[in-house]
């Protein structure tokens, strides 16, 4: 949370002596605040005003690192209640679990099936959680080594009690895994957690978490994830919004953790939504058991859309991207630079295998209806674009013929006389190209 | 230290709108729906009123379902071309409400005449006791021919008339008017626009407790998420008392379903994301329960069995309150 000069300023003794070089109290608050001098700076200042500014200057939700390396997942944080407010920072994990009595192997491929790209970013399932199902602590620990050495993704490990936690914690300590004890912390799970240095749950109702996590704090572990166990997505729901708002509205630090989120739904299709409904509502690792790509897929895809930045524009650089290796007879797709925009073409293209150039225009991540409304995708830019990227000079003539969205049809006319060439309407809609490619194109560019 | 109560007590509600008229209420349908009432931010009824569930509408129309994926279009194979059988089917397949797509009169669809249109408003309604929706084409010329024989013909039924848009109002305003029906506002995802739009509805005698909104729609992952946002921006401000916000919203998910690649690409072009009989109605679905999340109240779907799963999941989440008899 971002403290203020005057916050400071209550702090000092106020006495405006000058010591610490700076003639006025509040000159000197302002400097702290800024970051250009430190609060030791004042050799008059209480060592109870280092603590509270030292309280104070940390965030309100607590960020909580799992797993090491690359591919670490780094949670909480958060700011705000509404995306809009700000954004969300963290990209909740979503977890697929294992039992360690399955078929590892199958689920460790299984899982791997997860790592998917869409629209240039990697979304795929990002931790594993494994479990205790055999209640053998050796056999969670052998599950565990296994998965990390198939897959190297962070780790969320459960048991029903801290000592099947314990060979697994110790064992793989380095990795960084989450340790989840059901019902838990116990003592014996504290004190686990507090040796290992690992992060750890803590479940139940929000009273229950209040009281446990400064138990554990007490104790010296600084990293932990709230989680509500084993309630209705009703509960769930409401244990994510309270638990973030005591956290970020009244800085109250005992629910100031991210929230593990696990769908507890037995019907695959319920479960997918209500693993949707925690990626929406606040949650920073979903748990789901389900490994099926067509019930994991939404969840991917919720969660890289609300994670998204509010504030900027998704683009993608305004340029000629080649696709299929193009020639000079290939055609040259026109359309803006909204990333939305450009990979619902560029999927088609790519299915076409048609070779293909597809010119983006600098709408500053606009879509096109948008931004031909806002001047930023008409004739003259177009135009522009098609002349900075000198992409006439790949193309034979005749086939310096670009392909607009069928959707701004309207300005075709005023670009061609603009261009001096002929200009294509394409579809309406980028599912219309393939049609498009097979039957009009070779038309149009008589071949 | 206890933990802080921090519950919220919000200043506004928004408005409660009812679809439908009973008999006895000058109609003739066998139920009506109501939607809105909210103090609290959606599904959070501990601490406020969401005294309605979401209502869902299912889509059915006189065009060709040709553009329909198949995954929608299997359910309706049997009915399409009849709308009377489907709005029957609709009944069956547990929807709240009809909602009759006019995309039949625009040219490139076949052209239909108003006073076809108007008919299959009345036949729909004499098929069907549940409460209508009639969507219009998108194209206002068209619209403005064919939608004040359709609020005519459907006189006295309160059904539910879209959609008017900034530039293209008065005509669907007047009719609703006339005929006593409610009105889709419809404003591409911004809420100063929408705010305008209310007003300039007002200015022609539209109350505002008669409004729906619509924000446009997108599918999840396909610009849900800008829409979502304006949901919810617009909700807090509805809900902190501004009267121009407090309209209920509804969204037209299931058209929207068929340009997602994810949902309904088959399996051969696309064996990593699983079966696609799955993840098509999941997919609608989950767009539904996210645009709940975000405030919407009245959900226009395709897929019957999107229509189960998304209420199957709201039912987890929404309590019937203590007070509903």
């Known amino acids: ?447 | 230290m206890p933990v802080p109560d921090v519950s919220e007590r919000l200043s506004g509600a928004i408005n409660e709108v009812t679809i439908g008229a009973t008999e006895e209420q000058g109609g003739s349908r066998t139920r009506t729906v109501t939607i809105g009432g909210e103090t609290s931010f959606p599904m959070l009824s501990f601490e406020g009123r969401y005294p309605h569930p979401p209502a869902f509408a299912l889509q059915i129309t006189a065009a060709d379902v040709d553009d329909w994926h198949a995954e929608a279009k299997k359910h309706v194979a049997d009915v399409a071309g009849d709308l009377e059988k489907w709005a029957g089917k609709c009944e069956e397949w547990g929807a709240d409400l009809i909602c009759l797509d006019l995309a039949a009169a625009h040219p490139d669809s076949g052209g239909r005449s108003p006073e076809q249109c108007a008919d299959d408003v009345k036949r729909v309604l004499g098929a069907s006791g549940l409460p209508l929706v009639v969507w219009g084409t998108d194209t206002d010329e068209v619209d403005n021919n064919i939608l004040p024989k359709c609020t005519q013909a459907a006189a006295g039924e309160n059904c539910l008339f879209g959609t008017a848009k900034e530039l293209n109002y008065r005509t669907l305003a007047a009719s609703c008017l006339a005929d006593s029906h409610k009105i889709i506002a419809e404003a591409p995802s911004d809420i100063n626009l929408s705010k305008q739009l209310h007003i300039l509805l007002k200015d022609v005698g539209v109350n505002l407790q008669d409004i729906i909104m619509h924000p446009t729609t997108g599918a999840l992952g396909f610009g849900m998420v800008y829409i979502y946002t304006t949901i919810e921006r617009g909700r807090i401000a509805g809900l902190s008392g501004d009267t121009l916000m407090q309209q209920p919203v509804v969204v037209n998910i299931g058209k929207e379903i068929g340009r997602v690649k994810e949902a309904v690409s088959p399996e051969e072009e696309s064996p990593q994301w699983g079966k696609v009989q799955v993840r098509a109605p999941l997919w609608e679905a989950a767009t539904a329960v996210g645009y709940v999340e975000a405030g919407a109240e009245l959900l226009v779907l395709r897929n019957p069995e999107a229509l189960q799963q998304a209420k199957t999941a709201l039912e987890a989440l929404w309590p019937k309150p203590p007070e509903s008899a």
């Open chain 1, 1 to 447: 949370m971002a403290v203020t000069g005057l916050d400071i300023y209550k702090l000092l003794p106020q006495t405006n002596c000058a010591d610490c070089g700076v003639p006025t109290c509040l000159a000197f608050a302002m400097k702290v605040a800024a970051k250009q001098a430190a609060l030791d700076d004042c050799p008059h200042v209480s060592e109870e005003s280092k603590e509270a500014l030292g309280t104070a200057s940390q965030p309100p939700q607590k960020l909580v690192t799992i797993g090491s390396g690359d591919s670490a997942l780094k949670i909480g944080n958060e700011t705000v209640m509404f995306r809009h407010e700000e954004k969300f920072h963290h990209p909740c994990g979503i977890a697929v679990l294992v039992n360690d009595t399955d078929d590892l192997d199958a689920k460790a491929a299984a899982i791997k099936n997860l790592f998917l790209e869409r629209m240039g970013q990697n979304i795929g399932v990002d931790v594993v959680a494994v479990r205790c199902g055999s209640g053998d602590g050796q056999k969670l620990k052998d599950a565990a080594m296994k998965m990390q050495a198939a897959l190297n993704l962070p780790m969320v490990l459960i048991a029903e009690s801290a000592d099947k936690l314990q060979a697994a914690a110790e064992g793989l300590a380095e990795a960084r895994p989450l340790l989840w004890e059901r019902n838990g912390p116990s003592d014996a799970l504290v004190e686990l957690g507090a040796r290992t240095g690992l992060p750890i749950v803590v479940e139940g109702d929000l009273d229950k978490c209040d009281g446990d996590v400064q138990k554990a704090r007490q104790a010296g572990i600084e990293e932990m994830v709230l989680c509500p166990g084993e309630v209705t997505p009703r509960g769930a729901l409401q244990f994510l919004t309270m638990s973030r708002r005591a956290a970020l509205k009244r800085t109250y630090r005992p629910l100031g953790y991210p929230v593990l989120a696990y769908a507890w739904s037995q019907d695959p299709v319920q479960l997918s939504l209500e693993a949707c409904h925690y990626v929406l509502k606040y949650g920073s690792i979903v748990v789901l058991d389900e490994d099926r790509p067509e019930y994991v897929l939404p969840v991917l895809v919720a969660r890289q859309s609300v994670y998204v930045d509010p504030q900027v524009p998704v683009q993608v650089e305004a340029k000629v991207h080649e696709i299929n290796e193009p020639h000079d007879k290939s055609p040259l797709l026109v359309t803006t630079n909204f990333s939305l925009t450009y990979y619902c073409v560029l999927g088609e293209v790519e299915a076409s295998r048609v070779p293909t150039r597809i010119l983006t225009v600098d709408t500053e991540g606009t879509s096109v209806l948008t931004a031909w409304a806002a001047d930023k995708f008409g004739p003259e830019q177009i135009k522009e674009a098609i002349e900075k990227s000198g992409v006439f000079d790949q193309l034979a003539e005749g086939y310096q013929k670009p392909v607009i969205p069928g959707l701004v049809a309207v300005i075709s006319g005023e670009l061609s006389e603009e261009l001096g060439r002929k200009v294509i309407v394409g579809p309406r809609e980028a599912g219309g190209i393939r049609r498009f490619f097979n039957s009009e194109w070779p038309t149009l560019v008589g071949s």
